[in-house]
């Protein structure tokens, strides 16, 4: 079975987030099932240095106002196509937000083309290849579906939505620029409240529609997370599934993780502290036995920081070490860099997003926290249980579906992996920021904790198996 994934980023080519991870990941995870996949995403300089024996696929005289080249090769062991249209993403840094922090301001351009790429590969229109089905990834690919809808022809498509919020939003003028006849600025299209939205044309369209675990599937069909989609999707709830995402064991693995000063696994946790070690010298944390929380994650509102660097002092004043590695929004980075400046020894905070420094953070902190607001799956969680650094979580999305919190049946029972915690607000995470210092101070059954979750399989076997039966059932 021929799979044609579209992702706008791909780990370990180009990432700002846990999209890429997944994007990156499925393909090596469904080859056991029989599905060859193979991945479309935007020449940005990255993929292009990381290209290799590549070979021109399919030329355009014009795409978006300028010749483009579909180029086919390998690039970091994945099978992948890459748009190379350098008036579209030969621009440095991230790939959806100029020097300026804000979006291109030709997205809609750039995330079409690929979107109208990805229809005409997978249909066959543009050489040798043909696919069984089109796998969508977020707002970035979702227009894909929308094409082959309003054009004919073409195979199965799945969209995924890795997070609702994010959903392609232009302003209607931007309709013209797409090349799909009138009718597609409808309730059953593109159309959203008066806007393009591109996410809202794809999960109109999309064949199947999957999500990253089965409780935000739920949530997202509810007006408290549905982001005004919410009516479209409980229309559409038959072809809605969730399926959590896993995470690559290879490259997370504390046996043999290059990021960490010593490798460990359940037989010798003990090894485990030498990284602790690690953490208090790159954070300048005064040194001790005492709980380090973890926190890797964008400062946003969404996942809950500002209701956590509230809390600073006061955790403090618990006697509690913090290690933050992460950037955002400005009133919260500002909030944590002057807690850490009234707690020097106590706070240290790296605002920049670091991948070796956040595997040291995961093999290394006691606590792993992700207070989100909403959380569609959670990656950060899973690389938590991984490495024995205990979640605490707030209980939504795919936090709810993958932690199992440390109330007293679970202990009793020998099943705890976690603290989880609600609803999400600052009284709530400070009680469960206590009970995980009481925890921690039990220290039998805190390595009790720690020994069930590295034993959790988060791997993914069962997920790919999902998505493996899914495409299946639509050919």
């Known amino acids: 079975m021929q799979v044609l994934s579209v992702a706008s980023e791909v780990y370990p080519l180009i990432k700002t987030g846990g999209l890429a991870d997944v994007a990156g990941a499925l393909p090596g995870a469904l080859a056991k099932h029989g599905v060859t996949m193979r991945t479309l995403l935007p020449g940005y300089p990255a993929v292009m240095a990381a290209l290799e024996n590549a070979v021109p696929f399919h030329r355009y005289e014009k795409l978006m106002g300028h010749a483009a080249t579909v180029l086919a090769g390998t690039a970091k062991g994945l099978e992948v196509f890459v748009l190379d249209a350098p008036h579209l993403f030969n621009r440095p840094g991230n790939p959806y937000l100029g020097p300026d922090g804000k979006d291109w301001p030709d997205n809609a351009q750039r995330f079409a083309a690929l979107s109208q790429v990805a229809a005409a590969l997978a249909r066959g229109d543009l050489g040798a290849y043909k696919a069984d089905v089109l796998h969508l990834h977020d707002w970035q690919a979702a227009l894909a579906a929308v094409y082959l809808r309003y054009q004919g022809g073409g195979p199965k498509t799945v969209m995924t939505v890795h997070n609702i919020a994010f959903n392609g939003q232009f302003p209607p003028a931007y309709f013209g620029i797409l090349d799909l006849p009138p009718q597609a600025f409808a309730i059953d299209g593109v159309e959203f409240y008066g806007n393009v939205s591109f996410l809202k044309g794809g999960l109109a369209c999309a064949n199947a529609i999957t999500t990253v675990s089965p409780t935000y599937a739920n949530e997202i069909c509810t007006a408290d997370y549905g982001m005004g989609m919410q009516g479209l999707l409980q229309a559409r709830k038959a072809v809605l599934s969730g399926i959590v995402n896993g995470i690559d064991t290879d490259v997370w693995n504390p046996e043999t993780d290059s990021d960490l000063k010593a490798h460990y696994s359940v037989r010798n946790l003990a090894?485990?502290?030498?990284?602790?070690?690690?953490?208090?010298?790159?954070?300048?944390?005064?040194?001790?036995?005492?709980?380090?929380?973890?926190?890797?994650?964008?400062?946003?509102?969404?996942?809950?920081?500002?209701?956590?660097?509230?809390?600073?002092?006061?955790?403090?004043?618990?006697?509690?070490?913090?290690?933050?590695?992460?950037?955002?929004?400005?009133?919260?980075?500002?909030?944590?860099?002057?807690?850490?400046?009234?707690?020097?020894?106590?706070?240290?905070?790296?605002?920049?997003?670091?991948?070796?420094?956040?595997?040291?953070?995961?093999?290394?902190?006691?606590?792993?926290l992700v207070p989100s607001r909403f959380e569609p799956c959670g990656l950060t969680q899973l690389y938590g249980l991984r490495y024995g650094c205990v979640p605490v979580v707030a209980r939504t999305g795919g936090l709810a579906d993958t932690i199992i919190d440390a109330n007293d049946a679970a202990i009793s029972a020998g099943v705890a992996t976690g603290i989880q915690f609600s609803p999400v607000e600052g009284a709530s995470l400070q009680n469960a920021l206590s009970r995980t210092a009481g925890l921690f101070a039990n220290k039998p059954a805190w390595m009790n904790m720690q020994l069930r979750g590295m034993g959790t399989d988060v791997s993914w076997d069962r997920s790919a198996a999902a998505y493996a039966s899914l495409y299946k059932g639509l050919i």
């Open 271 to 368: 090894a485990r502290d030498a990284n602790k070690r690690a953490i208090e010298q790159r954070f300048g944390l005064e040194p001790g036995d005492g709980i380090i929380h973890g926190v890797v994650s964008r400062l946003t509102w969404q996942k809950g920081l500002d209701i956590f660097a509230s809390l600073l002092d006061w955790l403090v004043g618990t006697g509690a070490r913090l290690a933050l590695v992460g950037t955002g929004e400005p009133n919260i980075e500002a909030a944590v860099m002057a807690a850490a400046a009234r707690h020097k020894g106590r706070i240290g905070v790296v605002t920049k997003y670091d991948e070796a420094l956040s595997h040291l953070v995961q093999g290394g902190c006691d606590t792993m």
